[in-house]
């Protein structure tokens, strides 16, 4: 079913990709080398890995992993080879995976099996062409960071001061080397890390109350990270942005109409802005931010129901946002795109 709203300079068309049981959460999206969206995510009826993926004209939906519990953190990249990949959490096990597409099947692999880990991934493939995944250890309450070398998965604990590593974002930077926004639970800080080649460099963003969760990391064109992320004392979406100058991040409350930036998702238009997909809690609606060099715009995208957990943003080859997230209303998976009318599966 399609429905519209509006808001911004184009309408947006709303479209539910699957709704066959409890399905949705955990969605990450990403557009292919075909300049189609597809979408990773979790069905909790039959707690699989699932794969969602437009031709132009509908979804075609995969069933990715179904052994046990499998699927409710996800996280989908494509890599260079135009293939989709996903990591997730095998929750059964407590493992860390990684599926690969190799154009016809899925090949499954268990990349962290030490205790229970996998939980908050986050993947990204390098400059290599190598993925790379940063995660939460459940066990040790560490962050960690995997990354394969074209044979084998090498794992590194990057911050094991108290609890940290919940809410991971991966990002590679202009540089080609890795970089993470997390929270620190212990200390409630906006926390980053960046690795310089040979150690990993470990930064407090923002330690203003309890702040940090809900991290999206993303690269701008002027080469500096920037991160989107909830601030639990004030009920606020909040976005952090290093100016590389004289070495310090900024720090901006972007919505506080209510309970708002919970499941923050960040990217770069190719206008070379910040643009942020999440939820506002207090009215159970999907919400999208976008910044015009000058002040932030804030559109409500769906409001049907209680919609905008579990949100992921992207930009098509058409200049265009698209997200993917989860209607709890009907729990169903849902996805919204700017200007576009894409018929249902």
Known sequence: MLHYATGGSLPWSLTTVDSAGSVGASTSLAFGPDGQPAISYYDNSNLDLKFARFNGNSWSLTT????DWVGYATSLAFGPDGQ????YLDDS???????????STWSLTTVDSADYVGYAVS???GPDGQPAISYYDDSNLDLKFARF???????????????????????????????????DFSNSDLKFARYNGSTWILTTVDNEGNVGSDTSLAFGPDGQPAISYYDDSNLDLKFARFNGTSNSWSLTTVDSAGSV????SLTFGSDGQPAISYRDFSNDDLK???????????????SAGS?????????GPDGQPAISYFDDSNGDLKFARMGICTPGP
């Open 149 to 183: 070398n074209g044979t084998s998965w090498s794992l590194t604990t990057v911050d094991s001061a108290g609890d940290v590593g919940t809410s991971t974002s991966l990002a590679f930077g202009p540089d080609g080397q890795p970089a993470i926004s997390y929270r």
């Open 288 to 302: 999208f931010a976008r910044f015009n060099g000058n002040s932030w715009s804030l559109t409500t995208v769906d």
């Open 123 to 125: 993947l990204a493939f």
């Open 261 to 264: 930036g919970r499941n923050t």
């Open 307 to 315: 919609v905008g957990r579990h949100t992921s943003l992207a930009f």
């Open 93 to 103: 096990n407590g493992d860390l995976k990684f599926a690969r597409f190799n154009g």
């Open 84 to 87: 989709p990949a996903i990591a």
């Open 64 to 67: 990715v992993d179904s052994v």
